[in-house]
């Protein structure tokens, strides 16, 4: 999680990274009260693009909430230890 007065990290390499800067400001996802995290959700992006206008278009609202809920399904999928971690995935598949 991005603490308060933390600086973003240096995605200056990647072709849209405000959308990234954009989803680090906002947290990544939600805990829940008993454990686990939740996706972002419509109303915190709608109130996020309105008040700093950093997301323009529905587009990019979308794929923001796809990013949070793919960086929770990361966080799900790796609880498990017989999980396949990315990096080894293209390894097993061949």
Do not use: C, H
């Amino acid at each position: 999680m991005l603490e308060q007065g933390a600086s973003l990290p240096d995605w200056s390499d990647l072709e849209r990274r405000d959308l990234l800067d954009a989803l680090a400001l906002l947290r990544w996802a939600n805990p829940m009260p008993m454990g686990g995290w939740l996706p972002l959700s419509w109303a915190e992006i709608d109130a996020f693009a309105r008040l700093t206008g950093r997301l323009s278009s529905p587009w990019e609202a979308e794929t923001v909430a796809a990013m949070s809920a793919a960086y929770v399904s990361g966080l799900t999928e790796g609880r498990d230890l017989l999980s396949i971690m990315p990096m080894e995935r293209d390894e097993v598949q061949k």
